[in-house]
């Protein structure tokens, strides 16, 4: 299945965008201006169209800045600690996050794709 | 007046009550389909009993407040068509604040505000595919103005009505809304009790001297699941005779 394509589609459609500016690089609540509402009916639509359950803060990365709080709070590595809570992350992207975080939310289409693809291994 | 509906399928949350049983037969009249809720045989009997010509014109979920599977359950039967909800759910704990049972002040709020907050993310997210329904809340006016020992009760209700009015602005943009409807003595169910028990004399401190009928209660519900009320939302309609605005 070509995940990436699909979610292109239902974003597109969501979001109501007509040309297609969407990589797998493309930050969603900063380029595209998706809000709170958008990504609720985001995770509804990836949820009917995968058929995998969607938990909205592990898929939106909703509490990445809390864990760093908490793994700063428990003494213990950032990455390792994000690692454990969102599984479906490359550590190649999770440095990227934490390096870019100041900057405003990090979402990006491919963490989309990732986490799709790893609750579908699990389905 | 001609009263237009935008779909056809209401799930009655607390379906086996009196004034659930009224608005069914409301909605059946009205071509609506309603899909009544039940927590026991019993209640799944008293359904039987009231609509007993209009078997083919509504179907029944088995529904447990606080039960977490009952909701799964029911979902996977009433599936992603449910345009309508109405929610007359609510448990009775009659206790004064400082007598309450701790555990049971535990259990009452999971199962009045947390479970109905798991009730409406399912809910949203079932209608928010459609991008469209209409969500009534059944509160009181005990929220407003309880009665000693109604404390968890109108704590119940207030906090439910929160999360009620807060759907309905994150929703209403993408066509799901929500009102409330507080009706103050009713003749049905608990109200009727204690209407009995006060032998009517607190009917007199009600402005128009009489409890609300269950019709009048029926058929407001039926009105604000209709077109014409589309723009009431996230808001609380106080029906009560004018029992809550006199000194």
Known sequence: MDTLGEIKKIIMELLDLEDDPITPDTYLIKELGAESIDLLELAVAINS?????????DIFLTRFRLYLTEATQKGMDNAPYIAGKY????????????????????????????????????? | MNITFSGTRGLLLGGTCELALALAVSMIKSSLFPILTYRSNEGLHRIRHALPQYEKNYDVGYLNLGDRDSLQALFTHVGSDLDFLVDFAQGNYESLIAQADEAEVYRYCMENISFRAEILKTVGRTMLKKRKGRLVFVSSTAAQRPNPGQG??????LASEALYRTMGLEMGGRGITTVILRPGYVEAGRGRVYIEE?????????????????????ETILFLLSDSAASLNATVITMDGGLTHRK
Do not use: C
């Open chain 2, 198 to 218: 006060q032998e009517g004399k607190v009917l007199q401190t009600v402005p128009i001297k009489r409890a609300v009928t269950q019709k009048e209660i029926a």
């Open chain 2, 152 to 157: 968890l009760y109108a704590a119940g209700k």
């Open chain 1, 87 to 123: 599984p479906h992350l490359t550590n190649g992207r999770i440095a990227e996050i934490i390096t870019h975080i100041s900057e405003g939310p990090q979402l990006k289409v491919k963490d989309l794709v990732s986490y799709i693809t790893n609750q579908s291994k699990g389905a």
């Open chain 1, 49 to 57: 169209r995968f058929k995998i359950a969607v938990k909205d803060e």
